[in-house]
């Protein structure tokens, strides 16, 4: 399960954002100074949420690296189907590179399933100033079909619209990733179209189907959905 986390490759004087977590956009503020301290203030915390006694989302930290980088590693066929230029990741090192730069900027999570190391999860493309943000996943093979991550998506909106204070939550999803448009609509987004050619795969591009929830949308209709079934 696993909405794409995009990458640059590092060479030479290019910075490394690997595949493992996502294009970062650079957060616009409104204030900019207070904004970045609250930001700043927030990524220190290593906020963490333990969610029906088997689920542990984590702020992520570089004494992951490995534990991601192990999992990569051992399913690169599997993953590599909707994580794009997945085989750019060689090394833990870049793993690490990886981990440097988007602490920096967004809250990223892995997460833990009774105790091991399930995938990540976070957030991405965060507009302070207007209020918005958009989700980002992938789960281990091994760890699909036990609702991990409905009910992680589920806790980190609820934390975008309570603490963050977001007003707009957005999951983008490849078109034919199955499993992975599953959980926009198990969680009661509202689909918003398709992004054409949104993203390149694998030497090709595919559309984007983009979901989105608001503040506003009912909580009744979302706390009923999450629990429905499972990926």
Not at 57 to 85: H, M, V
Not at 108 to 128: E, P
Not at 171 to 187: D, E, F, T, V, Y
Not at 197 to 213: A, C, I, M, R, T
Request: hydrophobic residues 40%; aromatic residues 12%.
């Amino acid at each position: 399960m696993f909405l794409s986390f995009l990458y640059v490759v590092a060479k030479k004087n290019i910075f490394l954002y690997s595949v493992v977590f996502f294009c970062i956009s650079l957060h616009k503020y409104s204030n900019p100074r207070t904004d970045f301290l609250t930001l700043k203030n927030m990524l220190k915390e290593k906020t963490q949420f333990f969610i029906g006694g088997n689920i542990l989302l984590r702020q992520i930290s570089l004494g992951d690296a490995n534990d991601i980088f192990i999992t990569i590693n051992s399913q690169r066929e599997y993953l590599r189907k909707w994580l794009p230029c997945i085989d750019h990741i060689k090394t833990v090192n870049d793993i690490e590179d990886s981990i440097s730069s988007t602490i920096k900027s967004e809250l990223v999570f892995v997460i833990h399933y009774m105790g091991s190391f399930a995938g990540l999860i976070g957030f991405k493309n965060t507009d302070k100033l207007n209020k918005r943000t958009g989700i980002g996943y992938w789960l281990s093979e091994k760890f699909q079909t036990k609702g991990i991550i409905s009910q992680s998506v589920a806790k980190l909106i609820e934390f975008a619209f309570q603490k963050l204070d977001m007003h707009r939550v957005e999951i983008k999803c490849a078109r034919g990733n199955a499993s992975g448009l599953k959980i926009p609509q198990r969680l009661a987004f509202s689909f918003e179209g398709i992004e054409r050619d949104g993203e390149f795969l694998n030497g090709n591009f595919v559309d984007l189907e983009v979901y989105s929830k608001l503040k506003t949308d009912n909580p009744e209709n979302f706390k009923h959905s999450v629990y429905k079934s499972e990926e």
